[in-house]
């Protein structure tokens, strides 16, 4: 059957989905957490439909998933008070907590989480088109992500616990919190991306405000209670409603310390130039990329296809992390296009909820459209689309295609398409492709494919000079989160891995006295009567 016609055919009627992956009813949250209270809110709402659409009696409709507050700029001035007050100029009770409260307060905050798996699963589902394979493991990542950040900061704590003697001055150096930190994470893992930077900046001692996505952003009500009770009123608060209307009120404060951010560098740096002090601002910044794969002439063919088409295709390409380039040495380009059409004709397109399901519908509104628009500027400079069907739209669905040869002539060669469109590049000279990089506004990633050491050495020493992470024979990837996550140029500011993440969301601070007699003695005092959070050598197991 054409793929257009098995697309008009994917879409179920309710009693067609699994019971265990309904939704029973509409989900319109009507509260907001604010200073330890789940605040009602009675003002306008912003509707949320699923990308995946549902056969009725009346026709094909996107299912109508609930709503969630438009907070007014008021609301949002209140919240950022309630996380002001919470700091109160690292004088409140969570910034000058024992390390170990705070870890104990995150740990809880992990076990009750766990209750809400299902509910957050299937939310994610719905709300962004994410299969049940991926959206369970981003829930399950993200408690593993939860319990590796405390353990990392006991270890930290632990290694800073002891006191240190330089020319007569005794000193001991820990890390302190930075103050209020506004988080913003993507659409694409609105769960996990958003954690990676909430709870290590909670952690570390700071109050967070939370500002969910735009899409996935109900997958948060279930955990809203969660955070009201396990933490202190006014440590984590939640603000929802459009960017426009809550961050400027927000940065324009002047009372944001920090602000992480996953998602464009476009919007990243509007948000920044609206603090009236850039300079007191930390940023944590996670951007855009462009990441290439290079296969190189004696490439392993079937594995860079395998890794290819997932590091281009998981999750229908919306990762930042994906394969949005290939440049093919031109003595394989046509043996390897072969084999990439074929792993594409192999995946399954469904609903969220179908086993091994590889195509999903797409979340975000006139995606389809503008993934039409790079296919057909490519084909009318000079593109094909290799596989066959390549490209085929139905309402949110988009079947992948693999555009070749690409140059610089057209759009999908410079802009990030965030979507299942493959270009690919020949080259003759490796050269080519390295120049690309050199060129790139973004500097995340690479892939390279190749068996001879000599050759791969000669890629690596000027890439890492270019880019974050070469990957050899394997695809581009965030993971595994003890490793360091960031970019160059337009990909990043800031580093984030489990440990690095901690680092960022703190700074190094230390007390310090001359080493006379009376200083000992006040310090062992302090010490050992446990009189100061601070200055202590408790170990923490």
């Known amino acids: 059957m054409p793929i257009l016609e098995q697309m008009k055919e994917l879409f179920p009627a309710e009693a067609g989905i699994p019971a265990e992956f309904r939704m029973a009813e509409p989900l319109c949250q009507t509260e907001y957490l604010a ?5 009602r809110w009675d003002g306008p709402v912003q509707e949320v439909y699923s990308p995946v659409h549902v056969q009725t009696p009346e026709g094909l409709k996107q299912q109508f998933l609930g709503s969630y507050p438009l907070l007014s700029a008021e609301k949002v001035k209140e919240v950022l008070e309630a996380a002001v007050k919470a700091y109160a100029n690292g004088r409140g009770l969570w910034p000058t907590s024992p390390v170990a409260e705070r870890i104990a307060r995150v740990e809880e905050f992990a076990l009750r989480m766990k209750s809400k798996r299902a509910e957050v699963v299937r939310l994610l589902m719905w709300e962004i088109g994410k299969s049940y394979r991926d959206a369970a493991s981003e829930f399950d990542r993200t408690i593993d992500y939860i319990k590796s ?3 990392a900061l006991k270890d930290l ?11 007569e001055i005794i000193s001991q150096i820990r890390r302190a919190p930075l103050g209020v930190v506004l988080c913003m994470g993507p659409f694409n893992y609105p769960l996990n991306e958003t954690f990676t930077t909430l709870i290590p900046a909670v952690i570390m001692g700071n109050t967070v405000i939370c500002k969910p996505p735009k899409l996935g952003t109900l997958l948060y009500q279930p955990l809203l209670e969660i955070f009201r009770d396990v933490f202190p009123p006014g440590v984590v608060n939640f603000v929802y409603g459009r960017g426009a209307n809550i961050i400027e009120p927000l940065m324009a404060s002047g009372k944001i310390d920090v602000l ?9 740096d509007a948000v920044k130039k609206q603090h009236p002090k850039p300079h007191r601002l930390r940023s944590v910044l996670g951007l855009d990329a462009k990441n290439p794969a290079i296969i190189m002439p004696d490439a392993d063919l079937d594995l860079a296809v395998e890794e290819c088409r997932l590091g281009a295709l998981s999750y229908n390409g919306q ?3 994906a394969l949005k380039i290939i440049f093919v040495h031109r003595e394989v380009a046509e043996a390897f296009l072969t084999k990439f059409s074929a792993a594409i004709a192999r995946l399954k397109l469904g609903m969220p909820w179908d086993e091994n399901v590889a195509v999903t519908p797409l979340p975000e509104t006139g995606k389809t459209e503008y993934l039409q628009g790079l296919v057909a500027d490519a084909v009318a400079h000079g593109a094909r689309v290799v596989n066959p069907e390549g490209g085929a739209t139905y309402r949110t669905l988009f079947y992948p295609a693999l555009l070749y040869p690409v140059d610089g002539a057209m759009r999908v060669y410079h802009e990030e ?22 060129e790139s506004n973004y500097g995340q990633q690479v892939s390279l494919f190749g068996r001879d050491p000599e050759a ?5 020493d000027p890439l890492v000079n270019q880019l974050c992470r070469v990957n050899i024979n394997s695809q581009c990837q965030r993971g595994p989160d003890s490793f360091p996550f960031t970019g160059r140029k337009d990909s990043a500011e800031g580093t984030l891995s489990v440990s690095d993440a901690l680092r960022v969301f703190s700074i190094r601070t230390l007390v310090a006295a001359k080493g006379n007699d009376m200083n000992k003695e006040l310090i062992n005092r302090i010490v050992r009567e446990h009189k100061s959070n601070f200055l202590s050598t408790d170990y923490l197991f």
């Open 417 to 438: 398409q965030f979507g299942p469109v493959i270009p690919v590049i020949p080259f003759d000279d490796l050269d080519q492709p390295i120049r690309y990089i050199e």
């Open 260 to 268: 992480a951010f996953i998602g464009t560098s476009k919007i990243a």
């Open 319 to 321: 990762r930042c992390t």
């Open 157 to 167: 704590d632990n290694t800073s616990s002891r006191f240190v003697v330089e020319q």
């Open 35 to 39: 200073d330890g209270e789940l605040r």
């Open 456 to 460: 791969i050495a000669r890629m690596i």
């Open 149 to 151: 950040t405390a353990f």
